[in-house]
């Protein structure tokens, strides 16, 4: 059960996080860790400028990012890899409109 643990859940400071979706394709993950990075970047920047709108899109960015990775939202272990991997897609695909606005 441990190894199974530490396959799902990463441990800090004795709180703990859920790992991403270890079925994922390299590209995938790297995509979306990199609309999470700018994501909170942006998160860091509004709240600098005190813009409560900006901060609640950059973690609309997050969130779709994480839940993309499998980070948030149903547990990727509880589901078919294929439902998996849509997800992410879907969530690059909303990314990039978000991208476009």
């Known amino acids: 059960m441990a190894d199974v643990d530490s396959e799902r859940w990463l441990v800090i400071d004795g709180r703990r996080w859920r790992r991403t979706d270890p079925s994922l394709p390299d590209d995938v993950v790297a995509a979306l860790k990199s609309h ?30 994480k839940r993309g990775l499998g980070e948030r939202g149903p547990r990727w272990w509880d589901e078919p890899e294929a439902d998996r991997l849509a997800r992410a897609q879907e969530a690059l695909r909303r990314l990039g409109e978000l991208d476009a606005e």
């Open 36 to 65: 999470l990075g700018r994501g909170r970047s942006a998160v860091g920047a509004a709240k600098g400028r005190g813009d409560d709108e900006a901060v609640a899109a950059a973690r609309e960015r997050v969130g779709l990012a």
